[in-house]
Nanobody, 113 residues
Framework: QVQLVESGGGLVQAGGSLRLSCAAP????????MGWYRQAPGKEREFVAS???????TYTDSVKGRFTISRDNDKNTVYLQMNSLKPEDTAIYYC???????WGRGTQVTVSS
């Protein structure tokens, strides 16, 4: 079954960094917008960042200046570099491809204080 596969989550102390990866199927990856969402315990899933097929990026205010989304079209992969992590960044992070409606299964990010 076609799916997105996230990796790179883990446990990190506040102020630390993690890089998430999302591998996507298909030979037309370069034409798709891609996004990252997250869901903290007891909260709704929320938008984190997106990168358009043009390379244009968008971020939610709470991660601006700390997170960077990027893509490697040769590897069909989108990345989320997360720096200066805070305990409130703790969540399951999901990769999303709007055009196809595909979601990954998520990767857990836990930031300890």
């Amino acid at each position: 079954q076609v799916q997105l596969v996230e990796s790179g989550g883990g446990l990190v102390q506040a102020g630390g960094s993690l890089r998430l990866s999302c591998a996507a199927p298909g030979r037309t990856f370069s034409t798709y917008d891609m996004g990252w969402y997250r869901q903290a315990p007891g909260k709704e899933r929320e938008f984190v960042a997106s990168v358009r097929w043009t390379g244009e990026t968008t971020y939610t205010d709470s991660v601006k200046g700390r997170f960077t989304i990027s893509r490697d079209n040769d590897k069909n992969t989108v990345y989320l570099q997360m720096n200066s992590l805070k305990p409130e960044d703790t969540a399951i992070y999901y990769c999303f491809q709007p055009m196809s409606g595909l979601w990954g299964r998520g990767t857990q990010v836990t930031v300890s204080s």
